[in-house]
Nanobody, 123 residues
Framework: QVQLVESGGGLVQAGDSLRLSCVAS????????MGWFRQAPGQEREFVAA????????FYADSVKGRFTVSRDDAANTAYLEMTSLTPEDTAVYYC????????????????WGQGTQVTVSG
């Protein structure tokens, strides 16, 4: 069983930065693509960013491109989401997810999910 645990969320002001972490259990972390999604109250879960296994490719939603950076440290079984220039529209619960079959932007592709971490950006 794979477990993903996110951390790093919090309450910040518009324009601030945050770095989210996602620590994974298991010995095959380097074989998974890792994705980040978010869900605001009353809205569907949406894709934010993803990184392929080995980190050779990364993808971003248009809404975060140029502000967010996804990365991974396979030695530490950890994926990161560096978020800068945050706006109130970025307020949501952020989830990391692991995909054994390849990197993608659809939530249904992902096999394992973390419990989420709240990010709140005040204006």
């Amino acid at each position: 069983q794979v477990q993903l645990v996110e951390s790093g969320g919090g309450l910040v002001q518009a324009g601030d930065s945050l770095r989210l972490s996602c620590v994974a259990s298991g010995r095959t972390f380097n074989r998974w693509a890792m994705g980040w999604f978010r869900q605001a109250p009353g809205q569907e879960r949406e894709f934010v960013a993803a990184i392929s296994y080995k980190g050779s490719q990364s993808f971003y939603a248009d809404s975060v491109k140029g502000r967010f950076t996804v990365s991974r440290d396979d030695a530490a079984n950890t994926a990161y989401l560096e978020m800068t220039s945050l706006t109130p529209e970025d307020t949501a619960v952020y989830y990391c997810a692991a995909d054994r079959s390849g990197v993608g932007s659809y939530p249904t592709l992902y096999d394992y999910w973390g419990q989420g971490t709240q990010v709140t950006v005040s204006g």
